[in-house]
C-alpha cells in the first residue's frame, strides 16, 4: 500500500515527512511470538532508534521493514518515493576469496550512478580504502565501506542494525558523529538498531522501546519516564547515562 493513498497523510511538519509505516505488525515462527502488533512511523529526515533486550524481535522487524521476510498480519506502508538502504551488523567475506574495497563497490554500484558515488566515498573520505583488500580492513574501516554500500542506493531511509557493534569506544564515537552527518547532509531519514543507551538517549530524535510489542515510544526526554522503560533499563539510565536530547529546530 502507498502512504499517498492512505488517509494518513504524509506530512507532520513542513520539513518531516512519513516514509514508512507498519501497522499492528505481527510474525509467529515455530509457535513463538516475535512480533505482537507492532506499530512504528519513520519519518524523514528522523533518526529512529529500536532499542530492546536480546531477543525482544528488533532484526525481525527490520527485515519485515526491508521486505526480507513477511509479516503474519499487519500492514507495512510505504510512500512511493521510499528508497532503503540497509547496513547489516556485520558482513563476511571468507579471506579465502579476497576483493579489493574497489571491486566490492563495483558488485553494486552501477555506471549511471558513478559520480553520486564518487561523492559518498569523497564525503566518508574512505578513497585509500579502495586498492585494500576488503578482508585487512580495521573494524572502523569495514564499517565505513558498508556504509558506504548502503549509501549506494540513494537512500532516503538508511537502516543500520547494530552498526557499531564491533567498534572501540573511538569507533562508536566516529561512526556516530557520520550518521549524524549523514542525516544533516542528504537529508534522509535513519532507522537504527542499537544497544548503546548513552548515544540513543543523546542522538536519536525517536525512540522505539521493542519487547515483542511496543513497550514505550517518543522522543528519548518522553520515554525516560515510562515505567515501561524504566523496568527494561532503568537501572543503566540512572547509574550511566547523562541525559541530554539535541534539538533539531535550528540550522547547522
Not at 530492546?52 to 512511493?80: F, R
Not at 555506471?111 to 578513497?127: A, E, H, S
Not at 548503546?196 to 519516564?225: E, F, Y
Request: charged letters at 20%.
Amino acid at each position: 500500500m502507498s502512504l499517498n493513498n492512505h488517509p494518513c497523510g504524509l506530512v507532520k511538519n513542513k520539513d518531516q515527512q512519513l516514509l514508512l509505516e507498519a501497522q499492528n505488525l505481527s510474525f509467529t515462527r515455530q509457535k513463538n511470538k516475535i512480533l505482537d502488533r507492532v506499530s512504528i512511523k519513520i519519518y524523514q529526515p528522523e533518526i529512529t532508534t529500536i532499542i530492546g533486550p536480546n531477543g525482544a524481535g528488533k532484526s525481525t522487524l527490520v527485515k519485515i521493514l526491508l521486505g526480507i521476510i513477511k509479516q503474519d498480519s499487519g500492514l507495512l506502508i510505504k510512500n512511493q518515493h521510499v528508497r532503503l538502504g540497509y547496513m547489516p551488523q556485520d558482513f563476511n567475506i571468507s579471506q579465502f576469496m579476497p576483493i579489493t574495497v574497489a571491486y566490492f563497490f563495483k558488485l553494486f554500484v552501477h555506471k549511471k550512478d558513478k559520480n553520486y558515488f564518487d561523492g559518498v566515498i569523497d564525503f566518508l573520505k574512505i578513497g585509500h580504502l579502495l586498492s585494500k583488500n576488503i578482508t585487512s580492513l580495521s573494524g572502523g574501516e569495514r564499517q565505513k565501506v558498508l556504509l558506504a554500500r548502503a549509501m549506494a542506493e540513494k537512500p532516503n531511509v538508511l537502516v543500520l542494525d547494530e552498526p557499531t557493534a564491533n567498534l572501540d569506544i573511538q569507533g562508536q564515537a566516529d561512526f556516530y558523529h557520520w550518521i549524524e552527518t549523514i542525516r544533516n547532509q542528504y537529508h534522509c531519514a535513519i532507522l537504527m538498531v542499537s544497544h548503546d543507551l548513552h548515544w540513543v538517549m543523546r542522538g536519536a530524535d525517536q525512540i522505539i522501546c521493542l519487547n515483542q510489542h511496543v513497550c514505550c515510544s517518543g522522543h528519548p526526554h518522553t520515554i525516560q519516564h515510562d515505567d515501561d522503560f524504566k523496568n527494561l533499563f532503568g537501572h543503566l539510565w540512572q547509574e550511566k547515562v547523562g541525559f541530554y536530547q539535541h534539538h533539531h529546530d535550528h540550522q547547522h
